[in-house]
Nanobody, 117 residues
Framework: QVQLVESGGGLVQAGGSLRLSCAASGLTFKFYAMAWFRQSPGKEREFVSR???????SYADSVKGRSTISRDNAKNTVYLQMDSMKPEDTAVYYCAAARSGYEYTYWGQGTQVTVSS
């Protein structure tokens, strides 16, 4: 079955950096667009970033200029590098996979990111 497993979350001070990873299995990774979402307590889940199968990228305004999404098809892994982190980046971060369009069929279990001020 398909599995998406996030890692790399943790506690970081404001201004610091983290790199999240999402390892995929059970799917033909290179054919999937991959995305990161996040959810803070009491808030809706929100889009963070996406990378298409061709490598095209997009970012939410809240992280644009501070984050870089990338993928390694040989390792079936997508990454999210986050720099200049802010307390408002605190959330559970989820990766998701879409075979076509923006319908995310598969989701990971999430990894907690906490940014202290």
């Amino acid at each position: 079955q398909v599995q998406l497993v996030e890692s790399g979350g943790g506690l970081v001070q404001a201004g610091g950096s983290l790199r999240l990873s999402c390892a995929a299995s059970g799917l033909t990774f290179k054919f999937y667009a991959m995305a990161w979402f996040r959810q803070s307590p009491g808030k809706e889940r929100e889009f963070v970033s996406r990378i298409g199968y061709s490598g095209s990228t997009s970012y939410a305004d809240s992280v644009k200029g501070r984050s870089t999404i990338s993928r390694d098809n040989a390792k079936n892994t997508v990454y999210l590098q986050m720099d200049s982190m802010k307390p408002e980046d605190t959330a559970v971060y989820y990766c998701a996979a879409a075979r076509s369009g923006y319908e995310y069929t598969y989701w990971g279990q999430g990894t907690q990111v906490t940014v202290s001020s």
